[in-house]
């Protein structure tokens, strides 16, 4: 419980402790207190998941250094020559890319590429920048691909790439849509006019060779994605593509890579093993029978709860034997991926995404709790409803 502690709170009062290493510190003790053998400490690590993770963030750090996002971003934006058009472009591109290529990544670009034109403009960056960061959420509901609860869900759960995209993705369109109206009404100084604007040219650099190189392999992966091949091994072997240079000097792309988080999925792995062979975990699965959470609607609301308290991949975590344990699996696994990645919009400590959106724009444009709140708690709660009920219609 220790360790859920620490990933509620973000550390431990008096100890430079973080998530991951609470995460870590957890699986050692499951294994110092003979809760699990080393041996079934190393079983209980899904290695598919961390596979898949790395090769994936291989294959984004290639796109990222060649500048592809940042192209692709410059170009949608430098042609919205209206606010609603300019908010549009930005939702846009960060769900769609977010859907494919991991949520945080688009955050990490799209946000000094919102500051630099709104400077420019001499308009609020708020707005938009709360639309980098909440469309990033919300497309990322799309695939597997689109944020590591994902990835872990599909590991977990074995639904393949093309039947969570087929179940999941009108939901991120429909929470793309409902973030954009959301926004538009509730800044109507800012968008209520629609004089205009003359979008300055925005300069990128750009490493021809690598682009090419990491689009072909990119849509090679997210081709055999959809055709059903092992998730977790093409992106590895497409990874192990894109080192194969001349160009990038492979420090670059190591330093690209979240170590943390995959030491922080490997130790949780450990913690929650352990935690299922406690007398915890059954009265977790009598909870679920006694509040329902078979039901759409209630997995949905606890879910969305426990995501914003320990965060929404422990969460995951937390859910998966009780899930295992539901008449309906698959939907159960499908209302989890949607929830908990849609409940990160709830409150600016939501999810990494809207953390990395405010760190970067805080010298130029400081966002408070509040001002996140009063635009995500109306988001969180459409987006949820709404992808609630079309599950409901649809599984």
């Known amino acids: 419980m220790g360790t859920y502690f620490v990933l509620a709170v973000g550390s431990f009062p008096g100890l430079r402790l973080d998530r991951t290493g609470a995460a870590i510190i957890g699986a050692s003790l499951m294994i110092g ?10 079983r209980a690590v899904d290695y598919s998941t961390l596979v898949l993770l790395f090769g994936m963030m291989i294959v984004v750090a290639n796109l990222r250094l060649s500048g592809f996002f940042r192209v692709v971003s410059a170009w949608a934006v430098r042609h919205a020559h ?9 939702v846009v591109v960060s ?3 977010s859907a494919f290529f991991v949520n945080d990544t688009m955050c990490l670009v799209l946000t000094p590429l919102v500051l630099e034109v709104t400077e420019r ?18 497309g990322s509901v799309a695939t597997l691909t689109g944020n590591p609860q994902n990835m872990l869900i599909g590991s977990l759960s074995g639904i393949s790439y093309r039947g969570f995209s087929a179940a999941l993705a009108p939901v991120a369109a429909v929470s793309l849509a409902l973030t954009f109206a959301v926004i538009v ?11 205009p604007m003359e979008i300055p040219e925005v300069r990128v650099r750009v490493n021809r060779v690598l682009l090419w190189k990491a689009l072909v392999v990119s849509a090679a992966m997210i081709g055999l994605f959809f055709w059903g091949w092992a998730v977790a091994k093409v992106a590895v072997v497409a990874g192990a593509v894109l080192l194969i240079t001349r160009r990038v000097k492979p420090e670059k792309v190591y330093h690209e890579i ?3 988080l995959l030491a922080m999925f490997a130790g949780l792995f450990i913690v929650v ?17 006694r509040f329902r959470l078979d039901q759409v609607w209630v997995l949905s609301g606890w879910s969305a709860l426990i995501s914003n308290v320990v965060s929404n991949v422990p969460a995951v975590l937390l859910f998966a034997p009780l899930i295992r344990r539901l008449s309906d699996p698959r939907a159960g696994w499908l209302t989890l991926a949607m929830s908990s990645t849609l ?34 708690i109306p988001v969180t709660l459409l987006t949820l409803a709404a992808g609630a009920a079309y599950l409901i219609l649809t599984l």
């Open 33 to 42: 207190f003979n809760v699990l053998t080393f041996e079934e400490a190393v």
């Open 82 to 90: 209206q606010p609603r058009t300019l908010l549009g472009a930005v």
């Open 95 to 97: 769900g769609v890319f």
């Open 121 to 138: 403009l001499e308009r609020d960056p708020l707005p938009y920048l709360l639309g980098v960061a909440m469309a990033s959420n919300a």
């Open 185 to 195: 009404l509730l800044f109507p100084k800012e968008f209520r006019r629609q004089a």
């Open 258 to 260: 979240d170590w943390q």
């Open 273 to 289: 093993a352990g935690f299922e062979k406690t007398s915890v975990e059954e009265e977790l699965a009598a909870a679920a029978a």
């Open 343 to 376: 409940a990160g919009n709830l409150t600016l400590v939501g999810s990494v995404a809207n953390l990395i959106v405010v760190q970067r724009a805080r010298r130029h444009r400081p966002i408070t709790f509040w001002e996140y709140c009063r635009v995500g």
